[in-house]
C-alpha cells in the first residue's frame, strides 16, 4: 500500500497561485499514475489532473487546463499541482491518489485509484 500526504493548501485570493504537493511512501510507485482530485462542499469529487510516473504523460480537467500544471519529482517520489489563476470556484479539498493499472482512459474516473492521501484545503477568495 502506497502512503500519500499532501500539503500546500492554504488561503488566497481570486487570482493567486498555489502549489500543492503530494509526497508517496511505502512502496515503489514506478509504473504508477498520479492523479488530484477536488471535492468541494455539497459536491462530488472531480478529476483534476494526472500524470504517468514513468513517462510524464498527463492529462487535465478542461476546468482547469491552462491554469494548473501536474508535474513529478521523481528523486524525491513526489508530485506538484501549481495553481495558477485561481477561482473562487476552485476552493475544495484537494486530494491525490495512485491509480496502479498504468495509464488509460481510467484515469479522470475515481474508482480506479486504489489509495488517497487526506486531503489539503484550498479556499480562493473573492
Known amino acids: 500500500q502506497v502512503q500519500l500526504v499532501e500539503s500546500g493548501g492554504g488561503l488566497v485570493q481570486t487570482g493567486g497561485s498555489l502549489r500543492l504537493s503530494c509526497a508517496a511512501s511505502?512502496?515503489?510507485?514506478?509504473?504508477?499514475?498520479m492523479g488530484w482530485f477536488r471535492q468541494a462542499p455539497g459536491s462530488e469529487r472531480e478529476f483534476v489532473a494526472a500524470?504517468?510516473?514513468?513517462?510524464?504523460?498527463?492529462d487535465y480537467a478542461s476546468s482547469v487546463r491552462g491554469r494548473f500544471t501536474i508535474s513529478r519529482y521523481k528523486a524525491q517520489n513526489t508530485v506538484f499541482l501549481q495553481m495558477n489563476s485561481l477561482k473562487p470556484e476552485d476552493t475544495a479539498m484537494y486530494y491525490c491518489?495512485?491509480?496502479?493499472?498504468?495509464?488509460?482512459?481510467?484515469?479522470?474516473?475515481?474508482?480506479?485509484?486504489?489509495?488517497w492521501g487526506q486531503g489539503t484545503q484550498v479556499t480562493v477568495s473573492s
Open positions: 511505502g512502496r515503489t510507485i514506478s509504473g504508477y499514475v
Open positions: 491518489a495512485t491509480v496502479t493499472t498504468g495509464w488509460g482512459p481510467w484515469i479522470n474516473d475515481e474508482r480506479a485509484y486504489a489509495s
Open positions: 500524470i504517468s510516473w514513468s513517462d510524464g504523460d498527463t
